[in-house]
């Protein structure tokens, strides 16, 4: 779905606003494709952005919260 070129460029736009650090062993807001799914999902907070029509969409306020995907 992403370049992975792209990829290591993109991050969360939540995480990265945050002062907290990220966890060991990754980049703060680091974004990965989720599987089966046109979506980037942050490997820190667990937020999914989603692509519509080809297009990522990377507002906080249109993101997947990890407690809504489990509902």
């Known amino acids: 779905m992403v370049d992975p070129e792209l990829l290591k460029i993109l991050a969360c736009p939540y995480c990265v606003t945050r002062p907290e650090p990220a966890p ?5 807001g680091e974004l990965e494709p989720k599987p089966g799914a046109e979506a980037l999902k942050c490997k820190q907070c667990g937020r999914e952005y989603h692509a519509e029509g080809g297009i990522l969409n990377l507002l906080i306020e249109e993101a997947t919260l990890p407690e809504d995907a489990n509902s």
Do not use: A, M, P
């Not at 060991?24 to 703060?28: I, L, P, Q, R, Y």
């Open 24 to 28: 060991k062993g990754t980049v703060k």
